[in-house]
């Protein structure tokens, strides 16, 4: 069977074509630049006061010269003024351009201002260009101010905006459908009968997508071959990636590798060598432009295997980097048989010195969903290693 490492591989060597949207820029928190963002002139464009005060020529000051006649007040917002006499001084404000003429700002902290007459109260330690952010300091006009790639937080939103760039092109997100499948469940509003359950993997699914800022349309359809033939069909249509809980096992209603394959999507594989989630399935059409995740509907096994695989994946086809995976230490030992790589719930704890330490939850198995509100991520123990000694350092990836 295949290895969890062997799964990676086949999953990244089936990402999604980036593809490219332009959208105004206000609403691109989150996104990824797919363009260029050059400076449209030097950052700051003009020498700019960075200080509320006077600005002079600092040669006079080096005179000996402590009291500076004000001449006339630059705001911020108005064109550059000369400084009619070296000798005197404008009172200038934080951000308007400094007078031509002077090359140095004192502050209002620094100075007793009386009739029109700013006298200096500490000449001592004044340096020439002081409190004056020059033009061009910080960039040049044309440099490049974002690459492509990079993903946009507020600070990046706030350089495109001072570059007047009003729309921007980025990566689109990938267009994503939750189907569970299943004759036993009914809606979250519904009363199940004895028989019946809630269905409550959709609902997983579709919140965590939104923590990737993803909105996934929802669907669900009972073990009809027919229904599920008829509604994948439908959603690869009109979807980039479908993701799919139950129906991939090995149970006489589980129907839909064999349908996918019916619809062109090209088994790459179906069962890891891992627990829980064994029965995860992973197809693409021909050209990798649909691709499909149908996850096992135990909702211990659909949660690990949408952390583990799809979640990444995701985070790959829309240009992010995926998350790191974290390290913590066992706080006590696992024993675990099987030669499967062994994912089991576990709650973190961060010791004062920073080392995460995990304390395992195993619970009940694959159906023990409320178990999972306890644990703050899936810890990944090794195949082919029986014994896990407390204090063993093993890789873990959070649960949101
Ligand atoms: P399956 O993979 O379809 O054989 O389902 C395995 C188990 O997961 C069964 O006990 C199902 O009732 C349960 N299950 C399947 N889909 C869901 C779902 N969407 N929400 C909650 N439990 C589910
Ligand atoms: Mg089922």
């Known amino acids: 069977m295949l290895t969890v490492a062997d799964a990676d591989q086949i999953i990244a060597a089936h990402g999604l074509l980036h593809q490219t949207e332009t959208m105004p820029f206000a609403q691109a928190r989150g996104r990824v630049l797919a363009e260029t963002i050059l400076a449209d002139r030097d950052f700051p464009p003009f020498d700019r006061v960075a200080m509320d005060g006077i600005a002079i020529h600092f040669d006079a000051l080096a005179n000996g010269q402590t009291t500076y006649p004000i001449l006339a007040i630059q705001l911020a917002g108005e064109p550059g003024q000369p400084l009619p006499d070296p000798t005197g001084c404008l009172e200038v404000m934080t951000g308007a351009v400094l007078p031509t003429g002077c090359d140095t700002v004192i502050r209002y902290e620094d100075l007793e201002i009386n009739d029109g007459i700013a006298t200096l109260t500490i000449p001592a330690g004044m340096t020439r260009g002081q409190h004056v952010h020059k033009q061009g300091t910080d960039r040049h006009a044309l440099d490049v101010l974002l690459p492509a790639g990079t993903v946009l937080r507020p600070v990046e939103l706030a350089v495109i905006a001072s570059v007047g760039q009003t729309s921007i092109t980025v990566l689109k997100r990938p267009r994503v459908a939750v189907i569970s499948t299943g004759d036993e469940l ?94 995860l399935f992973f197809g693409s059409s021909t050209d990798d432009q649909r ?41 006590g030992p696992v024993t675990f048989k099987p030669p499967l790589t062994y994912f089991i719930p576990t709650r973190l704890e961060t010791k004062a010195d920073g080392q995460l330490l995990a304390f395992p939850l195993p619970g009940n198995g694959s159906g023990d969903f409320s178990n999972l509100t306890a644990a703050d991520a899936f810890l990944e123990l090794p195949a082919n290693t029986t014994e896990f000694p407390a204090g063993t350092l093993v890789k873990a990836f959070s649960i949101g």
Not at 236 to 265: E, H, M, R, W, Y
Not at 304 to 322: E, I, N
């Open 291 to 331: 691709v499909v995740f149908a996850l096992p509907g135990n909702p211990v096994s659909a949660t690990l295997c949408f952390y583990r695989y799809v979640r990444p994946y995701l985070q790959t086809a829309m240009g992010m980097v995926s998350d790191p995976p974290l390290y913590a230490q066992l706080a």
């Open 186 to 279: 009914v809606d979250t509003h519904q009363t199940p009968l004895p028989h019946q359950i809630r269905q409550s993997n959709a609902y997983l699914l579709q919140a965590a997508l939104r923590d990737l800022d993803i909105d996934a349309s929802v669907h669900h359809f009972t073990d009809d071959i027919a229904l599920i033939t008829s509604g994948l069909s439908a959603l690869l249509v009109k979807n980039d990636v479908l993701v799919i809980t139950g129906g991939v096992s090995a149970g006489k209603a589980d129907f839909v590798p064999d349908i996918l394959n019916g619809l062109g999507i090209r088994r790459h594989f179906h069962r890891i060598s891992q627990k829980p989630g064994k029965p």
